[in-house]
C-alpha cells in the first residue's frame, strides 16, 4: 500500500522548536519532488518548503525562511521538516507530500501522494 505518515506534532510554547518526519512506504522518494504544506484553521492550504528533484532546488514560503529546513533519510525513506522559533501564527496541520512534477510549492498541484497530516499547536 502507498502511503505517507506525518508525525511529530503536538504542543509547543513560542521560540520553540519540533522536527516533523514523513514516512513512506509503498515507493521511495528517490527522484520525486518532495513538500511540506500547512492548513491553519478556517485558511487554504499553503506551502511551506519544496524540493525539486530535477535541480535539487528547495523553495521556501517566506514565513518559513530561515526557520524552517527540509532534509531526508534516503535509508529510512523518510523526510523531515525542522521548525525553529516557531510562532503561534505557525498553528496548522501539516501535510508531507511527493510526487513526479511539483508545478507550483504554493498549493502543492502536481503531488501524487500526500500524508494525512499531524497538528502543530504553538502556545504564545
Known amino acids: 500500500e502507498v502511503q505517507l505518515v506525518e508525525s511529530g506534532g503536538g504542543l509547543v510554547q513560542a521560540g520553540g522548536s519540533l522536527r516533523l518526519s514523513c514516512a513512506a512506504s509503498?515507493?521511495?522518494?528517490?527522484?520525486?519532488?518532495i513538500g511540506w504544506f500547512r492548513q491553519a484553521p478556517g485558511k487554504e492550504r499553503e506551502g511551506v518548503l519544496c524540493?525539486?528533484?530535477?535541480?535539487?532546488?528547495?523553495h521556501s514560503a517566506d514565513y518559513a525562511a530561515g526557520r524552517f529546513t527540509i532534509s531526508s533519510d534516503n535509508a529510512e525513506n523518510t523526510v523531515y521538516l525542522q521548525m525553529n522559533n516557531l510562532k503561534p501564527e505557525d498553528t496548522a496541520v501539516y501535510y508531507c507530500?511527493?510526487?513526479?512534477?511539483?508545478?507550483?510549492?504554493?498549493?502543492?498541484?502536481?503531488?501524487?501522494?500526500w500524508g494525512k497530516g499531524t497538528l502543530v499547536t504553538v502556545s504564545s
Open positions: 524540493f525539486k528533484s530535477s535541480d535539487g532546488s528547495t
Open positions: 507530500a511527493a510526487g513526479r512534477r511539483l508545478t507550483s510549492c504554493s498549493d502543492g498541484h502536481g503531488m501524487d501522494y
Open positions: 509503498g515507493f521511495t522518494f528517490d527522484g520525486l519532488d
